[in-house]
């Protein structure tokens, strides 16, 4: 095994560039939920959404900080002779409004999807030339978040296009975040600050470590979130996509670092794995509310890799209180040792072990397993 070392003096402050963010009050932190996409893409019905939201308290995610339940693709099938966006009657017949009262019943917020364009990726109505009258209908439902898609949106321009949906969520009266997923086309980070609380910053994630074609893999997103931290902070956040957390294609460990560069990125947090299902092992990384508080940190820093060695990275991203978090990842297919000196610093806490680690000489050691991470939180006062 090859032997790393890692000095790190003092703390390291991530370069935040001024933004003039939408100031609707929402998402100070990165937004936390469940989404169906991943896991059941079309095949969904309001007994699969209430099952979720039920999961969500049941399984203590809620108590960990999650709180949106979001309804993707396939819930609309027309539009009314008035215009107005139809639910399906066969998987939705009680309506979304109920299924919303359903949701904040439990102490949650309701979220649903829609696209910029004539139609949505599935081939449902879109809300070009529907905006004002869709966002004042999801007011209606007791809506609290839209995840608004690209795609069928022909020769329309991306940012006129979303701050119309923006502009129309703001007028319906209700606060809505906001999520825009553009999958990073245009470079939404340099505009979107201004129109939504979060932009999607790649193509669709699945459920692989490292792959391109129908979807990329995790290590292909964390690539693409090295350079763009400065974009993110409170009410305004990149979004590497989705969790893939506890579905087939990622390893335990595997899914353990997802979860960890997420948490260290400020990513958004929605789970799309089958909450109903869920080993306790996948339970016990979604709610690891150690790790979690690296996301949910007030200062809102998303990190940046500080140290990159080949196989081996270290990201480091400003806590609030003086406190760094640092995660080192293993990318590669083999074992490797790092030895990290951190000096005179007040405590160090291994966040997945959930105790405090002693340095007898200065150095962290540890051997990372492939496709794993060590994550550590580090206090100077």
């Known amino acids: 095994m090859k032997r790393l070392t890692l000095l790190v003096v003092g703390c390291l402050l991530l370069a935040v560039a001024p933004v003039r963010a939408l100031d609707n009050g929402l998402a100070l932190t990165p937004p936390m939920g469940w989404n169906s996409w991943n896991k059941f893409g079309c095949d969904i019905n309001e007994k699969l959404i209430r099952e979720a939201a039920d999961a969500v308290v049941s399984?203590?995610?809620?108590?960990?900080?999650?709180?949106?339940?979001?309804?993707?693709?396939?819930?609309?099938?027309?539009?009314?002779?008035?215009?107005?966006?139809?639910?399906?009657?066969?998987h939705f017949p009680s309506g979304m409004k109920a299924l919303g009262d359903y949701v904040h019943a439990k102490g949650l917020k309701f979220g649903i999807y829609s696209d910029a364009g004539?139609?949505?990726?599935?081939?449902?109505?879109?809300?070009?030339g529907y905006e004002f009258q869709d966002a004042r209908q999801y007011a209606a439902w007791g809506v609290d978040y839209l995840k608004y898609d690209w795609c069928n949106s022909g020769t329309q321009e991306v940012k006129s296009s979303y701050k119309t949906m923006s502009d129309a969520l703001k007028a319906s009266g209700r606060p809505i975040v906001f999520?825009?997923?553009?999958?990073?086309?245009?470079?939404?980070?340099?505009?979107?600050?201004?129109?939504?609380?979060?932009?999607?910053?790649?193509?669709?994630?699945?459920?692989?470590?490292?792959?391109?074609?129908?979807?990329?893999?995790?290590?292909?997103?964390?690539?693409?979130?090295?350079?763009?931290?400065?974009?993110?902070?409170?009410g305004h956040w990149n979004d590497p996509?989705?969790?893939?957390?506890?579905?087939?294609?990622?390893?335990?460990?595997?899914?353990?670092?997802?979860?960890?560069?997420?948490?260290m990125l400020a990513a958004p947090l929605m789970a799309g794995n089958d909450l109903r299902n869920m080993p306790a092992e996948i339970r016990?990384?979604?709610?690891?509310?150690?790790?979690?508080?690296?996301?949910?940190?007030p200062l809102g820093r998303q990190a940046g890799k500080h140290r990159d060695y080949g196989d081996v990275e270290i990201w480091a991203k400003e806590l609030s209180g003086n406190s760094m978090a640092y995660a080192a990842l293993n990318r590669g297919d083999q074992p490797k040792a790092v030895s990290?000196?951190?000096?005179?610093?007040?405590?160090?806490?291994d966040l997945w072990k959930h105790q405090d680690v002693t340095l007898a000489d200065g150095y962290f050691r540890a051997t990372l397993a492939p496709h794993s991470v060590v994550m550590l939180k580090v206090t100077n006062e």
């Not at 709180?67 to 139809?86: E, K, L, M, P, T």
């Not at 996509?241 to 948490?263: I, K, Q, T, Y």
Request: charged share 25%; net charge negative.
């Open 179 to 234: 999520s825009l997923c553009e999958w990073g086309v245009e470079s939404p980070w340099k505009w979107a600050a201004e129109i939504g609380n979060l932009w999607r910053t790649t193509d669709d994630i699945t459920d692989c470590w490292s792959c391109t074609g129908d979807g990329v893999g995790v290590m292909q997103i964390l690539d693409i979130e090295a350079g763009i931290a400065e974009a993110a902070g409170p």
């Open 118 to 128: 004539t139609a949505t990726c599935q081939g449902r109505p879109g809300s070009r």
């Open 284 to 297: 016990e990384i979604l709610t690891n509310k150690e790790v979690i508080a690296v996301n949910q940190d």
């Open 241 to 263: 996509d989705m969790l893939e957390v506890g579905n087939p294609g990622l390893s335990l460990e595997e899914s353990r670092a997802h979860f960890s560069l997420w948490c």
């Open 59 to 90: 399984t203590g995610m809620k108590d960990a900080g999650y709180q949106y339940v979001v309804i993707d693709d396939c819930w609309q099938v027309s539009r009314d002779a008035q215009g107005n966006i139809v639910p399906s009657p066969e």
């Open 340 to 349: 990290e000196y951190l000096g005179p610093v007040k405590r160090v806490r």
